[in-house]
């Protein structure tokens, strides 16, 4: 049994090398399956199909997947990433917009003054804003 005193140095980086690689090639992969899944303009077939060829034949089917198809990779992560922004400030912008008790009865007592709501319509929503 070999005992980890008796590695080299060169034993040593030559398997953090190839785990590196190993990763990598996972890491790839991933990327990969999650390109062709999210992929609108692919049917089912055809993403079925790559999917069978990159499972049954790994490295010529995500060569072949990468150069086929590698160009499109980055605009639809980049597509991707713009529509969770474009989400997350339609949030922000909800959710900054939220007026507080003060400026709803604010904007009550307007409309009350104007003639809009009636005594009985402002007491009921008065009541509904103090809570």
């Known amino acids: 049994m070999l005992s980890a005193a008796e590695w080299g140095t060169g034993e040593v980086l030559w398997s953090l090398l190839w785990l590196f690689l190993f990763v ?3 890491w790839l992969i991933i990327v990969i399956f999650s390109d062709i899944i999210r992929s609108q303009d692919l049917s089912g077939w055809s993403k079925a ?7 049954f034949v790994p490295y010529l089917g995500v060569f072949v997947y990468l150069i086929a198809r590698g160009g499109g ?4 992560s ?3 990433i713009q529509e969770a922004n474009e989400a997350t400030q ?3 912008r909800d959710a900054a917009s939220v007026s ?3 400026d709803q009865l604010d904007q009550l007592a307007t409309l009350h003054t104007s003639g809009k709501l009636d005594d009985a319509e402002y007491a009921a929503a008065k ?3 103090i809570g």
């Open 24 to 26: 990598i090639w996972v």
């Open 49 to 55: 199909l790559w999917s069978i060829f990159i499972i």
């Open 73 to 76: 990779m980055a605009e639809r």
């Open 78 to 80: 980049a597509q991707q």
């Open 90 to 92: 339609a949030y922000i």
């Open 100 to 102: 507080s008790d003060a």
């Open 127 to 129: 009541d509904k804003i």
